[in-house]
């Protein structure tokens, strides 16, 4: 029988004055990372990713340690099973949407890159897209083109930075609801960063609440908002309420 998929994580990692120290799990959820700026929660991900090495910690995807500093054991990013979208995007403007997509798929027989861009491309409704380059298609379009890049190779988790920042609410709406899709489709892990309320209130599973490099609370929204004590948790109670009201 297949166990539910889970994520295990312990960070400790000290920078510049700043210390990082974090423990927290998830299933197979929407998990949210919220709190304000420089709480540490842009560099847990990257942790988690591989892309910035922990001074001592633990990571660990589906029973496959990633991390362990006691067994000094380091997997690097490319041989972690996630799907890692930054804030920048990182598309690569000479190359065409399906060449972008297609990127993601590097060792993979030209058949098969050719069939999996295809199925991308429609799951992600960019028909007709495929021969643009970035610059011309406009920016929720470029938000997709990135999803499909990151979930190419079918990973066992999603990771996504601030995805919807820079969007307006109309086109966030839009992209949530092909979050939803994805779960859907998929049926993975998927970490979320983020400091917008409305954005965590949205789509969130469980919200991981950061304060000044540390976990202050973790749970469903409505374990995590039953004891506003603290401004993060207010930010996110307040959220909820304008959300209610209509308010965007």
């Known amino acids: 029988m297949k166990t539910e998929p889970r994520l295990d994580v312990r960070l ?5 004055g700043f210390t990082l120290d974090a423990s927290w799990q998830m299933g197979n959820e929407l ?3 919220f ?4 709480s ?9 990713a591989g892309l910035v090495k922990p001074d001592a910690g633990r990571v660990v995807l589906d029973g ?17 099973s996630f799907g890692y979208v930054g804030q920048d995007l990182a598309l690569f403007p000479h190359l065409d949407v ?15 890159q050719r069939e999996r861009v295809e199925e991308l491309v429609s799951l992600f409704h960019l028909e007709g897209l495929e021969g643009r380059r970035p610059r011309e298609i406009s920016g929720g379009q470029r938000q997709r083109v990135a999803l499909a890049r990151a979930l190419a190779r079918r990973p066992k988790a999603l990771l996504l930075d601030e995805p919807f920042s820079a969007l307006d609410v109309p086109l966030k709406n839009e992209l949530w609801d092909l979050m939803r899709e994805i779960r859907e489709q998929f049926r993975i892990p998927v970490l979320l960063v983020t400091h917008d309320p409305f954005d965590a209130r949205t789509m969130a599973d469980r919200i ?19 004891h506003p004590d603290s401004p993060e948790i207010d930010t996110l109670l307040t959220g909820w309420r304008e959300s ?5």
């Open 98 to 112: 399906a060449r972008n997509i297609a990127y993601g798929l590097k060792g993979v027989s030209k058949d098969r």
């Open 12 to 16: 400790f990692k000290k920078v510049e």
């Open 31 to 33: 998990a949210v990372l």
């Open 244 to 248: 209610a009201m209509g308010v965007a």
């Open 64 to 80: 496959e340690v990633l991390f362990d500093s006691p067994d000094r054991r380091w997997v690097p990013p490319q041989g972690r």
């Open 208 to 226: 991981i609440v950061y304060k000044s490099g540390r976990v202050l609370r973790s749970g469903s929204p409505a374990e995590v908002l039953r």
């Open 40 to 48: 540490g929660k842009s560099m847990t991900l990257r942790m988690v």
């Open 35 to 38: 709190g304000y700026s420089g």
